[in-house]
């Protein structure tokens, strides 16, 4: 796996999720810990189960050893120095505890190439290396959408003497439980009447974690499993305080053959309905472990593995929604549902098909990571683009249980208790803007991003054909039709253009024909709609209050909805033609060719491309002679849609080199953050806008002053398409030094909200680069693999599915 070491004292904020799309899950850390749990549908950063857990006893007759360890580096101090809006490197308090009352790992070291974790266990006897993943398959949403995380532990005996090792796994049974609430030991709102019992089957120990006292409707009502892959190994089904589980390893004397296994028969069930115990008091629940023996001669090498997997079933819109009060909703919070309850009808069912396809599933996913770490991608980049599918991964997306996909903008955490708390989905729900930066979606699911351009055309349109920015949710709620909305209030512009963009795109990526002729008309409509209210006298031009992404509504002429406004028409000129719509082509062909000159003489200054207000327009929120770092983003678009130069290419790199020699800056000391920090200390990050000739409105637009990780990503991919490569990796280099586990999580960029969405504008670097001579991933609507090119021509290899090619002599014919 091409992935740097990380040693554990500098990876305090790494935190890569475990979790399926629209799973929920939780995140395993570079000391080894699990944290950040969120299986219940809710986003929270700060979720703990506390008592979940691995640990490894080892014995060895000469010389004499017989030890127990928890499987966990040190934390580092609790007074460390934190990073602005950032928590990844918390380390829950009992597991402070833990590590403070035996002995752990002295150090780790984490290697991750996304969704692949693997740490080194350092100090031990034996030598250690646990792989954690859960499955990522491009394409393939059902085995990529499971709710389980995945163990290998890789043991060695590097002694000249046998060693016996026992494996112990802990976790909490979580069922019941709202995932909102703080849990003290075992003690938290919902739980009580918790059962822990053991099953066997396929050659797996397993304990069946449910709650038959719950409600079944109940956020919390489902099911948990923890297995391991031992037919004979022993279990401690209940228990309260780390010590019971620790003494039971320490206690064992059993061996693999279970005719001699030895268990304390006051602890030890092995096997029945119904835990010896009971059910759980009110308000607490049992943990619960397993563990299985290895015995390892000098030299010698041995696997166990461990599975987790869970099964809550229900999602509601538990969420605050943008919008009025609406009284027809009441106070019901409305049953959405998950689309993988559908398919399993509980966590023992997904433990069953995950045993059996253990290999397969890993297989898969080995070979999706081989096609990035065997790329021309640099270290860095093949590090750092693997992660853009956490971000899909994470709890900032779901799919409801009738399969219709949704994301919020991120997840409420550090960076949004100043406003809103840290809990829950940031700013519901698909909101079309800031989707108009995310790109990896598209590429790694086309099926899922086809989703949302359905909700859009068929749930959120208007009928007089404007897009609201945000959707409600349930569906059959009414929408934000003539209503105040939020980020901003009016439905935002750069949406609406987006939205052509992205069903261009669609069609692209697999839709087929059929699917565009379906929504063609919806697109037409909301076309003429932009055109009516923005452009009544056909300039080309669009003019008046511009609602954006900014918070804020862009007023005048100015190339940020101008590039977008372009490409939409192009777009829109593309799919006329293949829907056969001649005289609407023409149309938006003429508007595009007055537009494409006009915009470029008005707003051009000879370095970059202003912003001009009309007469009596405020300048309030507005960048005016600012160099903004998105003022070129619908020509990113056109790249990636193959839709040419929306206005003269030499001003393009000329405004590009401009913006990043004007925007991007590197150390923040000093640095007057109005709002909201994203880059400090010795960072480099490019500033949204800056005013390299002066003239700064008193109220400059909203953010000017903040590094957005999704417009970077999108200025240095167009940086790429134009040649200009020292440019875009010196932005491109400036974002992975700040998320490089030292003080951010390579696993969460961040803006409003954690895991935030249009960071996933990264894949558009992958796309950028793959038009050139080399190796790289290529994701087709039918399969995947690595494309290359040479002199000699192209070539292609597949991973995954098929991918249709026809066969060229000429490296410049694109696939």
């Not at 976790?171 to 995932?179: I, Y």
């Not at 959405?336 to 509980?346: E, I, K, S, V």
């Not at 977008?564 to 149309?587: F, H, I, K, S, T």
């Amino acid at each position: 796996m091409r992935a740097r070491p990380v040693p554990h004292e500098e990876g305090r904020f790494v935190a890569m999720p475990l979790g399926g799309i629209g799973t929920g899950g939780f995140a395993i850390g570079a000391d080894g810990g699990l944290r950040q749990w969120q299986l219940q549908n809710v986003g929270n950063h700060h979720g703990e189960l506390p008592g979940t857990f691995f640990a490894l006893r080892v014995s060895q007759i000469e010389p004499p050893l017989d030890r127990t360890y928890v499987l966990q580096a040190p934390p580092g101090p609790v007074d460390a120095a934190r990073t602005p809006l950032v928590d990844d490197d918390l380390v829950p308090g009992w597991q402070r505890d833990l590590l403070g009352a035996y002995p752990g790992a002295a150090a780790t070291t984490f290697r991750g190439l996304y969704p692949v974790a693997e740490i080194d266990y350092h100090g031990l006897p034996v030598d250690v290396r646990l792989t954690a993943v859960n499955p990522l398959i491009p394409l393939d949403v059902d085995r990529s959408s499971l709710p389980v995380a995945m163990f290998t532990f890789t043991v060695t005996n590097p002694s000249d003497v046998d060693a016996h090792v026992w494996l112990g796994a802990a976790m909490q049974n979580p069922v019941g439980h709202d995932g909102t609430t703080p849990i003290d030991g075992v003690t938290a709102r919902g739980y009580g009447g918790n059962t822990n019992r053991v099953r066997r089957e396929n050659g797996w120990t397993s304990l069946v974690l449910e709650n038959h006292a719950i409600d079944p409707l109940a956020p919390g009502a489902g099911q948990a499993v923890l297995a391991i892959d031992s037919p004979s190994a022993a279990t401690l089904p209940q228990w309260q305080h780390p010590a019971e589980f620790l003494g039971f390893l320490d206690a064992r004397a059993f061996y693999v053959d279970s005719s001699v296994l030895a268990p304390h028969a006051a602890d030890y069930q092995p096997s029945g309905p119904a835990p010896a115990w009971g059910p759980s008091g009110p308000g607490r629940t049992w943990n619960g472990g397993v563990a299985a023996v290895l015995d390892l001669e000098p030299g010698e090498t041995g696997t166990i593995r461990v599975l987790l997997a869970w099964h809550f079933p229900n999602r509601y819109a538990n969420f605050v929604q943008f919008g009025p009060p609406n009284p027809q909703w009441g106070p019901t919070r409305f049953w959405l549902g998950n689309a993988y309850a559908q398919r399993y009808a509980d966590a023992q069912a997904v433990a069953a098909e995950v045993v059996s396809q253990w290999d397969s599933l890993l297989a898969d996913t080995r070979a999706w990571t081989s096609v990035l770490s065997e790329s021309s991608l640099d270290d860095d980049a093949v590090e750092h683009l693997a992660a853009q599918a956490a971000i899909l991964r994470s709890p900032s997306c779901f799919v409801t249980a009738d399969g219709a996909f949704f994301g919020f903008e991120g997840v409420l955490g550090a960076s949004t208790v100043m406003w809103t708390g840290d809990v829950g989905g940031s700013c519901p729900l698909n909101c079309t803007h800031v989707w108009n930066y995310a790109q990896a979606v598209a590429k790694l699911f086309p099926q899922l991003e086809r989703s949302m351009r359905q909700t859009e055309y068929d749930v959120m349109q208007a009928p007089a054909g404007y897009l609201p920015h945000r959707v409600i949710s349930p569906s059959y709620l009414p929408q934000l039709w003539d209503k105040p909305i939020g980020g901003p209030v009016e439905p935002a512009l750069d949406g609406m253009l987006g939205s052509v963009l992205k069903t261009y795109r669609e069609v692209r990526n697999g839709a087929g024909l059929d699917w565009l002729q379906r929504y063609w008309p919806s697109v037409r409509r909301l076309l003429d709609y932009v055109r009516d209210r923005w452009d009544p006298t056909a300039s080309g031009v669009l003019r008046g209050v511009q609602p954006s992404t900014h918070d804020i509504d862009l007023c005048g002429v100015n190339s940020f909805m101008g590039t977008l406004w372009l490409a939409a028409l192009r777009a829109a000129e593309e799919m006329a033609r293949l829907v056969d719509d001649p005289a609407y082509g023409a149309v938006v062909a003429d508007l595009f060719e007055r537009g494409s000159k006009a915009y470029d003489e008005l707003l051009f200054n000879g370095s970059y491309y202003v912003q001009v207000l009309d007469e009596g327009e405020s300048t309030d929120y507005q960048w005016l002679h600012g160099c903004l770092a998105d003022q070129l983003i619908g020509q990113w678009w056109a790249h990636q849609l193959d839709l040419g130069y929306l206005l003269p290419r030499e001003h393009v790199v000329t405004a590009l080199r401009s913006i990043v020699r004007h925007n991007l800056r590197t150390g923040f000391d000093g640095f007057d953050h109005i709002y909201r920090v994203f880059a400090d200390r010795d960072d480099t990050g490019l500033l949204m806008c800056t005013w390299p000739g002066g003239g700064r409105p008193s109220v400059p637009t909203r953010y000017c002053d903040e590094v957005w990780t999704g417009s970077e990503y999108q200025v240095a991919a167009h940086c790429l398409r134009e040649g200009l490569d020292d440019e875009a990796y010196a932005i491109l280099r400036g974002i992975w030094a700040r998320y490089d586990g030292r003080r951010r999580n390579p696993y969460n960029e961040i803006e409003c909200g954690d895991h935030y969405v249009r960071a996933m504008a990264g894949w558009s670097v992958v796309d950028a680069l793959s038009t050139r001579p080399g190796t790289w991933p290529l994701l087709t609507p039918t399969g995947w693999g690595t494309v290359t090119r040479s002199s000699d021509g192209v070539s292609v290899s597949c991973r995954y599915g098929t991918i249709p090619a026809t066969e060229s002599r000429d490296p410049q014919v694109p696939l």
